[in-house]
């Protein structure tokens, strides 16, 4: 069974970092560019925050200022999202999700459409707070 399990989420201080985990079960990564997304309380879906793509790329939304930094990791079929400098606006329900790399724009990873992402977890919560 195809699924994506994100772990990692917790409570920390503003200033502080966090790493998610997003492993994938019941396929292989190989043929998939993997992203990251946050819906915080009340506000509509953000994201894809980061991707990671088949190729070996990542790509970061601008608006993460550097803070934020994607990895994969082949063998553990597993991808992390380095978040640091959390700032109180972080918080937010993280999820990741796939997307076909047939679907990935060419040369142009951080142009994936948010609809085109197919398998999704459940999501982690962070919390940053004082």
């Known amino acids: 069974q195809l699924q994506l399990v994100e772990s990692g989420g917790g409570l920390v201080e503003p200033g502080g970092s966090l790493t998610l985990s997003c492993v994938a079960t019941g396929f292989t990564l190989d043929y998939y560019a993997i992203g990251w997304f946050r819906q915080a309380p009340g506000k509509a879906l953000e994201g894809p925050l980061c991707?990671?793509?088949?190729?070996?790329?990542?790509y970061c939304a601008d608006s993460l200022q550097g803070r934020f930094t994607i990895t994969r990791d082949k063998a553990k079929k597993t991808v992390y999202l380095q978040m640091n400098n959390l700032k109180p606006e972080d918080t937010a329900v993280y999820s990741c999700a796939v997307i076909p790399r047939y679907r990935v724009p060419p040369g142009n990873l951080g142009g994936s459409l948010r609809d085109d992402f197919d398998y999704w977890g459940q999501g982690t919560q962070v919390t940053v707070s004082s």
């Open positions: 991707t990671s793509g088949s190729d070996g790329t990542t």
